[in-house]
């Protein structure tokens, strides 16, 4: 325990005296969903079956902190999943290694948290913000709901009423966590054909909780599975080739879920109910494409970008608000967007209200990097999509898939922005007579809308960045 306290102290020490340099708003790139040798395997000859580290993913949580680091993450997230009894080695070994972890990198902001074999659904991250008990927090909350961790396994821990039970409890925690769908359509056999994650589960996990359930990853991890050395795939020996984010059923468009990419799909019906309902992205890091797996090095391909002063309190609320954006293979790593009416303003995850009929402004930029990404690529964005949709009140049916009014309002090209060095600005105009939201998409390709991946696909050569809405409500 003395140890323990001293770890505490020195993290905290270290923190006050990187305040001040770490007090300033910027866009600071993260993964919130990363596995360690944490996610072990499991030997079932065993009774009760016993932990293989190392079985699952490989690396200790220095080494992902420090590829994250090398590719220019300022926050992580590790979430090793668990299974039965899982909630200990959490607690007893993964725990002590995160708080070494973060005394090697203070410059890295490193959270405690687990992907959650979430209660009659898929997986999820379980962000737990950092406080004095995050420790405890994680091990009641793995050791009460994820659906692994009883032996022998029980059925009553794989329903809706415990999932329902879980986000009860965390929504009335005093600091409480993040829950993100990952790998939304993984499961779906056909588009709009869902399977473990499904559009009325992540309505009653929103109503329910709206400031733990804040949305789902837009692009997956796995993204590197065309590239992976074919006689060392271990993932995909027994499998033949994985297509891009092992989405087996309905491919990924663009290295993006069906649930993000289609244009008044499922993600257009969240936001048209004015939910506050996120995108992220991640590496679902297990192991290197190019020794024995299928993903990317955390930050080498997937970005998660919050708009938030460097400290931990702050890129939670960021999440948490929706002042979010993400990208692939480094294409940008700035955007605005900034909707106006006389002197209000509204940016990404905010609310302007406007008087109907009112001419609202949007400004918006974008960086593209003059820089060589991992690939040594120099990526330059090739057009900017403006995406509307009208917002009206919640939905009877929780089920619903679509928001038919959805649209490109507007495409920008090279001849339609200025540029000055890397920065790419970009104005429109648009009438407001009904409750709307607004938000934007680019890519490097000229694809007019993301096409549905191949299994040859080469990630480097289909980016995308997605950004977070702003919401204009009319009075």
Known sequence: MLRHALIIALIAFFSFMSAEAFAKKRWLAGDHHVHSHFSVGWDYSSVPPKPIPGGDAVNPILKNIEFGRLYGLSWIVTTDHGGPNHSKINRDQAYPELLASRLEYPDVLQFYGMELNTPAADHSSLIIPYTEDEREVLFKLEQSFDRYEAFPADSTRDTEEKMVEALSLMRDLPSPPLVIANHPSRSALAYGG???????????????????????????????????????????????????????????????????????????????????????????FHRYYLIDGIDFYPGEYSKTYVYAEKNYDAIVAALRVGAVFVTTGDLVSEVSLAVSWGDQIATMGSELVVKDGSMVHIEMSIRDPNAHNANNDNPSVNRVDLITGFVGEKLSDPSVNENVSAVVAYRFSDNEWERSNEVLTMSHRIKVEQSMYLRLRGTNTDEMEPQRDKLDENPWHDLWFYSNPVFVKVE
Not at 223 to 233: D, F, I, M, N
Not at 276 to 284: E, K
């Open 194 to 284: 869902y399977g473990l994650h499904t559009p009325r589960e992540f309505r009653t996990w929103n109503n329910l909780a709206p400031n733990v359930a804040i949305g789902m990853a837009g692009a997956p991890g796995h993204q590197a599975s065309a590239l992976a050395v074919p006689a060392k795939k271990s993932l995909t020996k027994s499998f033949g080739k994985m297509p891009r984010g092992a989405y087996r059923g309905y491919p990924t468009m663009g290295g993006f879920d069906q649930m993000t990419a289609k244009i008044g799909g499922f993600w257009d019906s969240m936001l048209g109910e004015g939910r506050r309902w996120w995108i992220t992205a991640n590496s679902d």
